[in-house]
Protein backbone atom coordinates (compact mmCIF):
# COMPACT_ATOMS: atom_id res chain seq x y z
CA UNK A 1 0.00 0.00 0.00
CA UNK A 2 1.27 3.50 -1.23
CA UNK A 3 1.08 6.23 1.76
CA UNK A 4 -1.17 8.52 1.18
CA UNK A 5 0.03 10.64 3.74
CA UNK A 6 2.70 13.69 2.84
CA UNK A 7 4.11 15.65 5.32
CA UNK A 8 5.49 19.16 4.81
CA UNK A 9 7.35 20.64 7.25
CA UNK A 10 5.70 23.99 8.96
CA UNK A 11 6.61 27.22 8.41
CA UNK A 12 4.56 29.00 10.60
CA UNK A 13 5.48 27.22 13.72
CA UNK A 14 1.88 27.26 15.20
CA UNK A 15 2.14 28.72 19.11
CA UNK A 16 -1.57 27.81 19.52
CA UNK A 17 -0.91 24.01 18.73
CA UNK A 18 2.24 24.22 20.81
CA UNK A 19 0.22 24.99 24.39
CA UNK A 20 -3.08 23.03 23.09
CA UNK A 21 -1.20 19.55 22.90
CA UNK A 22 -0.56 19.04 26.36
CA UNK A 23 -4.30 18.87 26.27
CA UNK A 24 -5.05 16.82 23.70
CA UNK A 25 -2.98 14.54 25.14
CA UNK A 26 -4.35 14.52 28.37
CA UNK A 27 -8.06 14.37 26.67
CA UNK A 28 -6.70 11.62 24.73
CA UNK A 29 -5.03 9.55 27.48
CA UNK A 30 -8.61 9.53 29.78
CA UNK A 31 -10.32 8.20 26.28
CA UNK A 32 -7.66 5.46 26.30
CA UNK A 33 -8.09 5.20 29.61
CA UNK A 34 -11.74 4.67 30.01
CA UNK A 35 -10.89 1.27 28.18
CA UNK A 36 -9.06 0.06 30.17
CA UNK A 37 -11.48 0.83 32.74
CA UNK A 38 -13.96 -0.92 30.81
CA UNK A 39 -11.57 -4.05 30.30
CA UNK A 40 -10.60 -4.52 34.05
CA UNK A 41 -15.06 -4.63 34.31
CA UNK A 42 -15.19 -1.50 36.32
CA UNK A 43 -17.37 1.41 34.95
CA UNK A 44 -15.06 4.43 33.27
CA UNK A 45 -16.95 7.14 34.86
CA UNK A 46 -17.45 5.98 38.20
CA UNK A 47 -13.96 4.53 37.70
CA UNK A 48 -12.82 8.15 36.83
CA UNK A 49 -14.45 9.75 40.01
CA UNK A 50 -12.63 7.68 42.12
CA UNK A 51 -9.65 8.38 40.15
CA UNK A 52 -9.63 12.54 39.71
CA UNK A 53 -12.28 13.85 41.58
CA UNK A 54 -12.84 12.15 45.15
CA UNK A 55 -8.56 12.65 45.65
CA UNK A 56 -9.34 16.12 45.80
CA UNK A 57 -12.88 16.36 47.34
CA UNK A 58 -11.33 17.40 51.03
CA UNK A 59 -8.77 19.53 52.73
CA UNK A 60 -6.61 16.63 53.15
CA UNK A 61 -6.80 15.50 49.45
CA UNK A 62 -5.58 18.76 48.20
CA UNK A 63 -2.80 19.21 51.01
CA UNK A 64 -1.69 15.73 49.53
CA UNK A 65 -1.79 16.65 46.11
CA UNK A 66 0.36 19.85 47.27
CA UNK A 67 2.21 17.17 48.85
CA UNK A 68 3.07 15.42 45.86
CA UNK A 69 2.89 18.49 43.31
CA UNK A 70 6.33 19.81 44.80
CA UNK A 71 9.13 17.62 44.56
CA UNK A 72 7.38 17.42 40.72
CA UNK A 73 6.98 20.76 40.09
CA UNK A 74 10.95 21.37 41.53
CA UNK A 75 12.56 18.63 40.03
CA UNK A 76 10.92 19.66 37.03
CA UNK A 77 11.79 23.28 36.89
CA UNK A 78 15.34 22.41 37.23
CA UNK A 79 15.11 19.69 34.41
CA UNK A 80 13.43 22.15 32.32
CA UNK A 81 17.12 24.21 32.25
CA UNK A 82 19.04 20.93 30.34
CA UNK A 83 16.46 20.04 28.41
CA UNK A 84 15.92 23.89 27.19
CA UNK A 85 19.59 23.29 26.71
CA UNK A 86 19.04 19.96 24.89
CA UNK A 87 20.85 18.42 27.30
CA UNK A 88 19.33 15.20 28.66
CA UNK A 89 19.63 14.80 32.06
CA UNK A 90 17.47 11.79 33.34
CA UNK A 91 19.12 10.90 36.36
CA UNK A 92 17.27 13.02 39.02
CA UNK A 93 16.25 10.24 40.71
CA UNK A 94 19.90 9.72 41.26
CA UNK A 95 20.59 13.29 42.41
CA UNK A 96 16.96 13.61 44.25
CA UNK A 97 18.59 10.46 46.31
CA UNK A 98 22.10 12.04 46.67
CA UNK A 99 20.10 15.11 48.29
CA UNK A 100 18.37 13.15 50.59
CA UNK A 101 21.44 12.08 52.02
CA UNK A 102 23.54 14.67 52.10
CA UNK A 103 20.72 16.96 53.82
CA UNK A 104 19.61 13.74 55.77
CA UNK A 105 22.77 13.37 56.82
CA UNK A 106 23.25 16.54 58.15
CA UNK A 107 20.03 15.84 60.29
CA UNK A 108 21.06 12.93 61.68
CA UNK A 109 24.76 13.78 62.40
CA UNK A 110 23.21 16.82 64.65
CA UNK A 111 20.60 14.29 65.77
CA UNK A 112 20.14 16.53 69.29
CA UNK A 113 20.01 19.76 67.89
CA UNK A 114 17.46 22.19 68.81
CA UNK A 115 19.03 25.03 66.83
CA UNK A 116 16.82 27.22 63.95
CA UNK A 117 19.83 26.76 61.73
CA UNK A 118 19.49 22.67 61.29
CA UNK A 119 17.03 23.10 58.55
CA UNK A 120 18.70 26.12 56.58
CA UNK A 121 22.13 23.86 56.96
CA UNK A 122 19.41 20.24 55.53
CA UNK A 123 18.57 22.34 52.96
CA UNK A 124 21.68 23.76 51.83
CA UNK A 125 23.26 20.39 51.72
CA UNK A 126 20.47 18.92 50.09
CA UNK A 127 20.91 21.15 47.50
CA UNK A 128 24.86 20.60 47.18
CA UNK A 129 24.50 17.14 47.28
CA UNK A 130 21.72 17.24 44.00
CA UNK A 131 24.16 19.40 42.31
CA UNK A 132 27.48 17.34 43.29
CA UNK A 133 25.91 14.08 41.77
CA UNK A 134 25.08 16.38 38.55
CA UNK A 135 28.40 17.57 38.33
CA UNK A 136 29.77 14.26 38.14
CA UNK A 137 27.78 13.65 34.01
CA UNK A 138 28.82 17.55 33.58
CA UNK A 139 32.71 17.02 34.19
CA UNK A 140 32.16 13.50 31.57
CA UNK A 141 30.75 15.57 29.11
CA UNK A 142 32.68 18.01 28.93
CA UNK A 143 35.69 16.71 29.62
CA UNK A 144 35.72 13.64 27.53
CA UNK A 145 32.41 14.16 25.48
CA UNK A 146 30.89 11.13 27.19
CA UNK A 147 27.52 11.01 26.78
CA UNK A 148 25.20 12.41 29.64
CA UNK A 149 22.10 10.42 28.53
CA UNK A 150 23.65 7.05 29.91
CA UNK A 151 26.23 8.60 32.40
CA UNK A 152 23.73 9.99 34.48
CA UNK A 153 20.74 6.92 34.21
CA UNK A 154 23.90 4.76 35.69
CA UNK A 155 24.56 7.13 38.16
CA UNK A 156 21.16 6.82 39.59
CA UNK A 157 21.32 3.57 40.37
CA UNK A 158 24.68 3.89 41.93
CA UNK A 159 23.32 6.86 44.08
CA UNK A 160 20.25 3.91 45.31
CA UNK A 161 22.68 1.50 46.60
CA UNK A 162 24.61 4.11 48.24
CA UNK A 163 21.42 5.03 50.10
CA UNK A 164 20.82 1.74 50.68
CA UNK A 165 24.63 0.99 52.32
CA UNK A 166 23.55 3.87 54.90
CA UNK A 167 19.96 2.80 55.82
CA UNK A 168 21.19 -1.09 56.19
CA UNK A 169 24.27 -0.19 57.71
CA UNK A 170 26.34 3.01 59.38
CA UNK A 171 23.13 4.99 59.81
CA UNK A 172 20.48 2.14 60.70
CA UNK A 173 17.96 3.51 63.79
CA UNK A 174 19.55 1.03 66.37
CA UNK A 175 15.99 1.17 68.38
CA UNK A 176 14.38 0.29 64.85
CA UNK A 177 14.09 -3.18 65.07
CA UNK A 178 16.64 -4.32 62.70
CA UNK A 179 14.57 -2.36 60.02
CA UNK A 180 16.44 -0.69 56.84
CA UNK A 181 15.59 3.05 58.11
CA UNK A 182 17.56 6.11 60.06
CA UNK A 183 16.40 7.43 63.23
CA UNK A 184 13.85 9.85 62.72
CA UNK A 185 15.36 13.78 62.19
CA UNK A 186 14.90 16.27 65.20
CA UNK A 187 12.38 18.60 65.32
CA UNK A 188 13.90 21.64 64.36
CA UNK A 189 15.40 19.60 61.11
CA UNK A 190 11.69 18.43 59.99
CA UNK A 191 9.96 21.14 57.28
CA UNK A 192 7.16 23.03 58.86
CA UNK A 193 3.83 22.08 57.78
CA UNK A 194 1.65 24.98 56.28
CA UNK A 195 -1.39 24.02 58.14
CA UNK A 196 -1.43 21.90 61.21
CA UNK A 197 -3.01 18.56 60.70
CA UNK A 198 -1.57 18.36 56.84
CA UNK A 199 1.22 17.48 55.21
CA UNK A 200 1.67 20.21 52.78
CA UNK A 201 4.76 21.70 54.01
CA UNK A 202 6.59 25.32 52.84
CA UNK A 203 8.57 23.15 49.99
CA UNK A 204 4.69 24.48 48.31
CA UNK A 205 6.42 28.07 49.13
CA UNK A 206 10.17 26.87 47.25
CA UNK A 207 8.38 25.64 44.23
CA UNK A 208 6.60 28.91 43.48
CA UNK A 209 10.21 31.03 43.99
CA UNK A 210 11.97 28.60 41.92
CA UNK A 211 8.84 28.75 39.24
CA UNK A 212 9.34 32.68 39.39
CA UNK A 213 12.91 33.07 39.31
CA UNK A 214 12.88 30.58 36.28
CA UNK A 215 10.42 32.66 34.45
CA UNK A 216 12.54 35.62 34.96
CA UNK A 217 15.45 33.92 33.86
CA UNK A 218 13.91 32.70 30.81
CA UNK A 219 12.60 35.68 29.94
CA UNK A 220 14.66 38.82 31.22
CA UNK A 221 18.00 37.46 31.54
CA UNK A 222 20.83 36.71 29.06
CA UNK A 223 21.58 33.45 30.42
CA UNK A 224 18.42 32.27 29.64
CA UNK A 225 18.74 33.78 25.80
CA UNK A 226 21.83 31.82 26.02
CA UNK A 227 19.83 28.75 26.50
CA UNK A 228 16.95 29.32 24.10
CA UNK A 229 19.45 30.29 21.33
CA UNK A 230 21.80 27.19 21.97
CA UNK A 231 18.83 24.88 21.91
CA UNK A 232 17.55 26.01 19.11
CA UNK A 233 20.70 25.63 17.05
CA UNK A 234 23.85 25.14 18.71
CA UNK A 235 25.46 26.17 16.10
CA UNK A 236 24.18 30.00 16.51
CA UNK A 237 25.08 29.65 19.86
CA UNK A 238 28.90 29.12 18.86
CA UNK A 239 28.48 31.59 16.10
CA UNK A 240 27.91 34.12 18.84
CA UNK A 241 30.15 32.88 21.22
CA UNK A 242 28.29 31.47 23.84
CA UNK A 243 30.76 29.39 26.10
CA UNK A 244 29.17 25.94 25.19
CA UNK A 245 30.76 24.11 27.78
CA UNK A 246 29.68 26.66 30.74
CA UNK A 247 26.08 26.88 29.83
CA UNK A 248 26.45 22.63 30.44
CA UNK A 249 27.57 22.77 33.59
CA UNK A 250 25.55 25.51 35.14
CA UNK A 251 22.08 23.58 33.57
CA UNK A 252 23.23 20.75 34.92
CA UNK A 253 24.33 21.84 38.44
CA UNK A 254 20.76 24.05 38.75
CA UNK A 255 18.88 20.93 37.99
CA UNK A 256 20.76 18.71 40.29
CA UNK A 257 20.21 21.38 42.96
CA UNK A 258 16.70 21.47 42.45
CA UNK A 259 16.74 17.56 42.72
CA UNK A 260 18.69 17.55 45.63
CA UNK A 261 16.32 19.99 47.02
CA UNK A 262 13.24 17.70 45.98
CA UNK A 263 14.85 14.87 47.76
CA UNK A 264 15.90 16.63 51.10
CA UNK A 265 12.10 18.35 50.99
CA UNK A 266 10.69 14.52 51.03
CA UNK A 267 12.73 13.06 54.06
CA UNK A 268 12.47 16.37 56.29
CA UNK A 269 9.20 16.97 55.12
CA UNK A 270 6.43 13.94 54.85
CA UNK A 271 8.92 10.98 55.31
CA UNK A 272 10.65 12.39 58.35
CA UNK A 273 13.75 9.75 57.65
CA UNK A 274 15.95 8.12 55.79
CA UNK A 275 14.96 4.61 53.94
CA UNK A 276 15.03 2.49 51.18
CA UNK A 277 12.41 4.19 49.06
CA UNK A 278 11.87 7.79 49.71
CA UNK A 279 10.82 8.54 45.75
CA UNK A 280 7.86 6.79 43.88
CA UNK A 281 9.51 7.31 40.62
CA UNK A 282 9.47 11.44 41.04
CA UNK A 283 13.02 12.12 39.44
CA UNK A 284 11.98 9.97 36.39
CA UNK A 285 8.13 11.32 36.62
CA UNK A 286 9.48 14.72 36.60
CA UNK A 287 10.37 14.20 33.01
CA UNK A 288 7.59 13.48 32.36
CA UNK A 289 6.05 16.76 33.83
CA UNK A 290 8.47 19.00 32.45
CA UNK A 291 7.52 18.06 29.18
CA UNK A 292 3.76 18.21 29.61
CA UNK A 293 4.38 21.53 30.78
CA UNK A 294 6.12 22.73 27.47
CA UNK A 295 9.50 23.68 29.95
CA UNK A 296 7.60 26.53 30.41
CA UNK A 297 7.80 27.27 34.19
CA UNK A 298 4.13 28.04 34.92
CA UNK A 299 2.93 25.13 32.69
CA UNK A 300 5.44 23.10 34.78
CA UNK A 301 2.99 24.35 37.66
CA UNK A 302 -0.15 22.71 36.11
CA UNK A 303 1.38 19.68 34.93
CA UNK A 304 3.11 18.59 38.47
CA UNK A 305 -0.44 19.36 39.77
CA UNK A 306 -1.98 16.58 37.08
CA UNK A 307 0.60 14.39 37.68
CA UNK A 308 0.31 14.79 41.31
CA UNK A 309 -3.13 14.05 40.89
CA UNK A 310 -2.47 10.56 39.00
CA UNK A 311 -0.52 9.64 41.64
CA UNK A 312 -3.15 10.08 44.39
CA UNK A 313 -5.92 8.76 42.13
CA UNK A 314 -3.79 5.63 41.51
CA UNK A 315 -3.96 4.71 45.55
CA UNK A 316 -7.98 5.71 45.92
CA UNK A 317 -8.33 3.09 42.64
CA UNK A 318 -6.08 0.71 44.98
CA UNK A 319 -8.00 1.36 47.59
CA UNK A 320 -11.66 1.38 46.32
CA UNK A 321 -11.49 -0.41 42.95
CA UNK A 322 -8.99 -3.05 44.00
CA UNK A 323 -6.76 -2.08 41.12
CA UNK A 324 -2.88 -1.76 41.78
CA UNK A 325 -1.83 1.69 42.28
CA UNK A 326 0.76 1.31 39.40
CA UNK A 327 -2.31 2.29 37.13
CA UNK A 328 -0.91 5.71 37.39
CA UNK A 329 1.77 4.88 36.11
CA UNK A 330 -0.02 3.56 32.73
CA UNK A 331 -2.01 6.83 32.82
CA UNK A 332 1.86 8.39 33.14
CA UNK A 333 3.30 6.80 30.43
CA UNK A 334 0.32 6.60 28.07
CA UNK A 335 -0.26 10.61 28.51
CA UNK A 336 3.49 10.92 27.32
CA UNK A 337 3.20 8.91 24.02
CA UNK A 338 0.12 11.15 23.36
CA UNK A 339 1.98 14.09 24.06
CA UNK A 340 5.25 13.03 21.73
CA UNK A 341 2.99 12.00 19.18
CA UNK A 342 0.31 15.48 19.39
CA UNK A 343 3.75 17.40 18.99
CA UNK A 344 4.38 15.80 15.79
CA UNK A 345 1.21 17.97 14.22
CA UNK A 346 2.67 21.12 15.57
CA UNK A 347 5.98 20.31 13.37
CA UNK A 348 4.32 18.69 10.32
CA UNK A 349 1.16 19.64 8.14
CA UNK A 350 -0.40 16.50 6.49
CA UNK A 351 -1.48 16.26 3.26
CA UNK A 352 -3.80 13.16 2.33
CA UNK A 353 -3.70 12.99 -1.26
CA UNK B 1 35.93 -24.31 48.22
CA UNK B 2 34.91 -27.38 46.85
CA UNK B 3 34.19 -28.85 42.99
CA UNK B 4 30.90 -29.68 43.65
CA UNK B 5 30.17 -25.57 45.23
CA UNK B 6 32.24 -24.23 42.34
CA UNK B 7 30.11 -25.82 39.36
CA UNK B 8 26.88 -25.04 41.77
CA UNK B 9 27.64 -21.34 41.86
CA UNK B 10 28.49 -21.68 37.97
CA UNK B 11 24.83 -22.96 37.52
CA UNK B 12 22.78 -20.09 39.43
CA UNK B 13 25.43 -17.34 37.42
CA UNK B 14 24.39 -19.37 34.13
CA UNK B 15 20.93 -19.39 35.42
CA UNK B 16 20.72 -15.56 37.00
CA UNK B 17 22.32 -14.14 33.84
CA UNK B 18 20.48 -15.12 30.80
CA UNK B 19 17.85 -12.59 30.71
CA UNK B 20 20.76 -10.09 30.73
CA UNK B 21 21.88 -11.94 27.66
CA UNK B 22 18.67 -11.51 25.77
CA UNK B 23 17.73 -8.27 26.28
CA UNK B 24 21.45 -6.85 25.79
CA UNK B 25 21.33 -8.48 22.71
CA UNK B 26 17.90 -7.33 21.25
CA UNK B 27 19.35 -3.84 22.61
CA UNK B 28 22.59 -4.35 20.60
CA UNK B 29 21.20 -4.63 17.43
CA UNK B 30 18.55 -1.87 17.94
CA UNK B 31 21.27 0.46 18.60
CA UNK B 32 23.70 -0.82 16.35
CA UNK B 33 20.36 0.86 12.93
CA UNK B 34 20.78 4.37 15.46
CA UNK B 35 17.91 3.74 18.17
CA UNK B 36 17.99 4.07 21.57
CA UNK B 37 15.45 2.21 23.46
CA UNK B 38 15.01 2.88 27.06
CA UNK B 39 12.22 0.94 27.10
CA UNK B 40 13.62 -2.53 28.11
CA UNK B 41 12.50 -2.55 31.60
CA UNK B 42 8.52 -1.78 30.34
CA UNK B 43 9.22 -4.36 27.28
CA UNK B 44 10.52 -7.14 29.93
CA UNK B 45 7.63 -6.81 32.37
CA UNK B 46 4.85 -7.50 29.88
CA UNK B 47 6.56 -9.72 28.41
CA UNK B 48 7.04 -11.75 31.33
CA UNK B 49 3.60 -11.07 32.74
CA UNK B 50 1.75 -11.68 29.38
CA UNK B 51 3.63 -15.25 28.88
CA UNK B 52 2.86 -16.04 33.00
CA UNK B 53 -0.73 -15.18 32.41
CA UNK B 54 -1.30 -16.92 29.35
CA UNK B 55 0.16 -20.09 30.80
CA UNK B 56 -2.01 -20.10 34.05
CA UNK B 57 -4.95 -19.44 31.49
CA UNK B 58 -4.33 -21.77 29.04
CA UNK B 59 -1.38 -24.13 30.58
CA UNK B 60 -0.13 -24.52 27.42
CA UNK B 61 3.61 -23.23 26.55
CA UNK B 62 3.88 -22.45 23.38
CA UNK B 63 0.59 -20.27 23.43
CA UNK B 64 2.00 -18.62 26.03
CA UNK B 65 5.72 -18.38 24.62
CA UNK B 66 3.81 -17.51 21.26
CA UNK B 67 1.85 -14.14 23.12
CA UNK B 68 4.73 -13.23 24.91
CA UNK B 69 6.74 -12.59 22.21
CA UNK B 70 3.59 -10.75 20.56
CA UNK B 71 3.33 -8.45 23.28
CA UNK B 72 7.11 -7.39 22.48
CA UNK B 73 6.18 -6.87 19.23
CA UNK B 74 3.40 -4.37 19.88
CA UNK B 75 4.93 -2.74 22.62
CA UNK B 76 7.94 -1.93 20.48
CA UNK B 77 5.83 -1.50 17.63
CA UNK B 78 4.23 1.11 18.83
CA UNK B 79 7.63 2.57 20.17
CA UNK B 80 8.99 2.31 16.45
CA UNK B 81 5.88 4.39 14.92
CA UNK B 82 6.30 7.33 17.82
CA UNK B 83 9.96 7.46 17.01
CA UNK B 84 10.21 6.50 13.24
CA UNK B 85 7.39 8.09 11.73
CA UNK B 86 6.40 10.55 14.24
CA UNK B 87 10.19 11.34 14.65
CA UNK B 88 9.37 11.53 18.88
CA UNK B 89 12.46 12.07 21.36
CA UNK B 90 13.99 8.83 21.56
CA UNK B 91 14.64 9.14 25.28
CA UNK B 92 11.37 10.57 25.99
CA UNK B 93 9.55 8.10 24.27
CA UNK B 94 11.74 5.14 26.04
CA UNK B 95 11.09 6.41 29.33
CA UNK B 96 7.26 6.74 28.91
CA UNK B 97 7.63 3.01 27.64
CA UNK B 98 9.18 1.71 30.30
CA UNK B 99 6.81 3.89 33.12
CA UNK B 100 3.53 2.20 30.52
CA UNK B 101 5.10 -1.07 31.39
CA UNK B 102 5.46 -1.07 34.63
CA UNK B 103 2.04 -0.02 35.27
CA UNK B 104 0.59 -2.09 32.72
CA UNK B 105 2.21 -5.31 33.59
CA UNK B 106 1.04 -4.96 37.53
CA UNK B 107 -2.42 -3.91 36.04
CA UNK B 108 -2.91 -7.16 34.35
CA UNK B 109 -1.31 -9.72 36.47
CA UNK B 110 -2.82 -8.70 39.36
CA UNK B 111 -4.58 -11.42 39.97
CA UNK B 112 -2.31 -13.71 39.15
CA UNK B 113 0.28 -13.07 42.01
CA UNK B 114 1.21 -15.82 44.26
CA UNK B 115 -0.68 -18.56 41.60
CA UNK B 116 1.80 -21.58 41.21
CA UNK B 117 2.76 -22.42 38.13
CA UNK B 118 4.89 -25.64 36.38
CA UNK B 119 8.01 -23.60 35.06
CA UNK B 120 10.05 -24.23 31.96
CA UNK B 121 13.32 -26.10 31.85
CA UNK B 122 16.01 -22.60 32.35
CA UNK B 123 18.72 -24.58 30.22
CA UNK B 124 16.91 -24.70 27.00
CA UNK B 125 17.16 -20.68 27.00
CA UNK B 126 20.61 -20.50 28.19
CA UNK B 127 21.51 -22.73 24.91
CA UNK B 128 19.63 -20.53 22.77
CA UNK B 129 20.61 -17.40 24.45
CA UNK B 130 24.30 -18.39 23.65
CA UNK B 131 23.12 -19.76 20.20
CA UNK B 132 21.53 -15.98 19.61
CA UNK B 133 24.77 -14.13 20.59
CA UNK B 134 26.57 -16.49 17.87
CA UNK B 135 23.71 -15.62 15.20
CA UNK B 136 23.94 -12.27 16.06
CA UNK B 137 27.40 -11.81 15.72
CA UNK B 138 27.41 -13.41 12.59
CA UNK B 139 24.63 -11.81 11.22
CA UNK B 140 26.15 -8.39 11.96
CA UNK B 141 29.33 -8.39 10.73
CA UNK B 142 29.09 -11.60 7.87
CA UNK B 143 25.87 -10.41 5.92
CA UNK B 144 24.48 -8.21 3.86
CA UNK B 145 21.74 -6.89 5.43
CA UNK B 146 23.65 -7.22 9.00
CA UNK B 147 26.35 -4.45 6.94
CA UNK B 148 22.45 -2.36 6.08
CA UNK B 149 21.92 -2.43 9.28
CA UNK B 150 25.14 -1.16 10.96
CA UNK B 151 25.65 1.58 7.74
CA UNK B 152 21.87 2.71 8.74
CA UNK B 153 23.00 3.32 12.33
CA UNK B 154 26.47 4.80 11.10
CA UNK B 155 25.00 7.37 8.88
CA UNK B 156 21.36 7.26 8.11
CA UNK B 157 21.21 9.78 5.28
CA UNK B 158 24.22 8.20 3.49
CA UNK B 159 22.23 4.68 3.73
CA UNK B 160 19.39 6.52 2.42
CA UNK B 161 20.87 7.90 -0.56
CA UNK B 162 22.35 4.89 -1.36
CA UNK B 163 18.71 3.14 -1.74
CA UNK B 164 18.36 1.73 1.36
CA UNK B 165 15.06 1.95 3.25
CA UNK B 166 15.91 3.92 6.77
CA UNK B 167 12.96 3.56 8.45
CA UNK B 168 11.89 0.00 7.38
CA UNK B 169 15.43 -1.39 8.55
CA UNK B 170 14.87 0.13 12.10
CA UNK B 171 11.23 -0.90 12.36
CA UNK B 172 12.84 -4.26 12.39
CA UNK B 173 15.52 -3.80 14.81
CA UNK B 174 13.36 -1.70 17.14
CA UNK B 175 11.08 -5.06 17.03
CA UNK B 176 13.86 -7.67 17.55
CA UNK B 177 14.71 -5.79 20.30
CA UNK B 178 11.44 -5.50 21.63
CA UNK B 179 10.99 -9.44 21.19
CA UNK B 180 14.08 -10.40 22.76
CA UNK B 181 13.30 -7.92 25.79
CA UNK B 182 10.14 -10.06 26.14
CA UNK B 183 11.95 -13.28 25.89
CA UNK B 184 14.34 -12.13 28.86
CA UNK B 185 10.93 -11.38 30.61
CA UNK B 186 9.29 -14.35 29.72
CA UNK B 187 12.57 -16.25 31.20
CA UNK B 188 12.08 -14.61 34.10
CA UNK B 189 8.35 -15.35 35.11
CA UNK B 190 8.62 -18.83 33.58
CA UNK B 191 12.18 -20.23 34.08
CA UNK B 192 13.67 -18.59 36.49
CA UNK B 193 11.61 -17.32 39.08
CA UNK B 194 8.32 -19.35 38.04
CA UNK B 195 5.90 -17.27 39.68
CA UNK B 196 4.53 -13.48 38.66
CA UNK B 197 5.22 -10.42 41.06
CA UNK B 198 5.16 -6.49 40.56
CA UNK B 199 8.00 -5.51 39.26
CA UNK B 200 10.18 -8.73 39.30
CA UNK B 201 12.67 -7.71 36.62
CA UNK B 202 14.22 -5.94 39.64
CA UNK B 203 16.15 -3.38 37.30
CA UNK B 204 17.68 -5.50 34.98
CA UNK B 205 16.76 -3.77 31.70
CA UNK B 206 18.50 -0.78 32.97
CA UNK B 207 21.98 -3.54 33.47
CA UNK B 208 21.10 -4.95 30.04
CA UNK B 209 21.07 -1.45 28.61
CA UNK B 210 24.23 -0.49 30.57
CA UNK B 211 25.62 -3.83 29.23
CA UNK B 212 25.45 -3.00 25.31
CA UNK B 213 27.91 0.04 26.01
CA UNK B 214 29.86 -1.90 28.62
CA UNK B 215 30.60 -4.34 25.20
CA UNK B 216 30.78 -1.12 23.31
CA UNK B 217 28.44 -2.76 20.97
CA UNK B 218 30.18 -6.04 20.07
CA UNK B 219 27.99 -9.16 20.59
CA UNK B 220 31.01 -11.20 21.83
CA UNK B 221 31.73 -9.02 24.45
CA UNK B 222 28.18 -8.64 25.63
CA UNK B 223 27.93 -11.99 26.52
CA UNK B 224 30.81 -11.80 28.45
CA UNK B 225 30.22 -8.95 30.10
CA UNK B 226 26.94 -10.25 30.93
CA UNK B 227 28.38 -13.60 32.99
CA UNK B 228 30.68 -10.37 34.53
CA UNK B 229 28.13 -8.54 35.87
CA UNK B 230 26.15 -11.46 36.43
CA UNK B 231 29.01 -13.26 38.44
CA UNK B 232 29.76 -10.39 40.27
CA UNK B 233 25.96 -10.16 41.50
CA UNK B 234 26.07 -13.78 42.81
CA UNK B 235 29.38 -13.59 43.98
CA UNK B 236 28.31 -10.86 46.51
CA UNK B 237 26.05 -13.41 48.10
CA UNK B 238 28.89 -16.25 48.10
CA UNK B 239 31.60 -13.67 49.54
CA UNK B 240 29.07 -12.39 52.72
CA UNK B 241 28.27 -16.24 53.19
CA UNK B 242 31.88 -16.81 53.72
CA UNK B 243 32.15 -13.44 55.78
CA UNK B 244 34.13 -11.00 53.49
CA UNK B 245 33.16 -7.43 55.16
CA UNK B 246 32.40 -5.74 52.08
CA UNK B 247 28.93 -4.18 51.52
CA UNK B 248 26.91 -5.83 48.96
CA UNK B 249 25.70 -2.84 47.60
CA UNK B 250 28.98 -2.29 46.76
CA UNK B 251 28.49 -4.97 44.41
CA UNK B 252 25.86 -4.00 43.22
CA UNK B 253 27.01 -0.58 41.63
CA UNK B 254 29.77 -2.12 40.17
CA UNK B 255 28.23 -2.80 36.77
CA UNK B 256 26.98 0.73 36.77
CA UNK B 257 30.33 2.24 37.40
CA UNK B 258 32.12 0.13 34.91
CA UNK B 259 30.05 0.87 32.45
CA UNK B 260 30.26 4.80 33.12
CA UNK B 261 34.21 3.88 33.15
CA UNK B 262 33.82 2.09 29.73
CA UNK B 263 32.04 5.00 28.72
CA UNK B 264 34.63 7.65 29.75
CA UNK B 265 37.28 5.36 27.78
CA UNK B 266 35.70 4.78 24.50
CA UNK B 267 34.42 8.68 24.21
CA UNK B 268 37.27 10.47 25.68
CA UNK B 269 38.64 9.90 22.64
CA UNK B 270 37.05 10.66 19.02
CA UNK B 271 38.45 7.72 17.05
CA UNK B 272 37.76 5.27 19.56
CA UNK B 273 34.05 6.76 19.57
CA UNK B 274 33.91 6.48 15.92
CA UNK B 275 34.90 2.56 16.28
CA UNK B 276 33.24 1.86 19.04
CA UNK B 277 29.66 3.17 19.15
CA UNK B 278 26.85 3.69 16.26
CA UNK B 279 27.28 7.25 15.04
CA UNK B 280 23.24 7.97 14.19
CA UNK B 281 22.85 6.61 18.06
CA UNK B 282 19.65 8.47 19.34
CA UNK B 283 19.44 11.17 16.23
CA UNK B 284 16.28 11.16 14.60
CA UNK B 285 16.19 10.51 10.33
CA UNK B 286 13.55 12.54 8.58
CA UNK B 287 13.54 12.14 4.84
CA UNK B 288 12.81 15.37 3.65
CA UNK B 289 15.63 17.58 5.75
Not at chain 2, 46 to 63: K, M
Request: proline share 4%.
Amino acid sequence: MVFLIRLQLREDYSNLIFYLSPLVAVALTLFFGSFIFLILDLSPIESFKIFFISPISNSYGISELFVKATPLAIIALGLSYCFKNNIYNIGAEGQLTMGAIFGGGIGLLFNDSTSIFLLPLMILFGAIGGAFWATIPAILKTKFNTNEILTSLMLTYVALFILDYFVVGPWKDPAGYGLPKSMPFPDAGRLPVLIDGLRVHIGVYFAFIICLITYIIYNKTLFGFKLKVTGLSSKASQYAGFKYKKLIFYTFIISGACAGLAGLFEVSGPIGLLYRDISPNYGFTAIIVAFLGRLNPFGIILSSLLIALTYLGAEDAQLFLKIPSAVGFVFQGLVLFFLLGTDFLNKYKLFIK
Amino acid sequence: MSIELIIGILNIVLISTTPLVFAGIGELVTEKSGVLNLGLEGLMLVGAVTGFITLVITGNYFYSLFLSIISGVILSGIFAFLVLNLMTNQIATGLALTIFGIGLSAMLGKKFGGTPIDGLNPYYFIVISFLLVFFVAYFLSKTKTGLIVRAVGENHNSAYALGYNVIKTRYLTIIFGGVMSSLAGYYISICYAPMWQEGMTAGRGWIALALVVFATWKPWRLLVGAYIFGGVAIMQMNLQAIGVKLPGQFFNMMPYLATIIVLVFISSNKLRLKLSAPSSLNIPFAKNQ
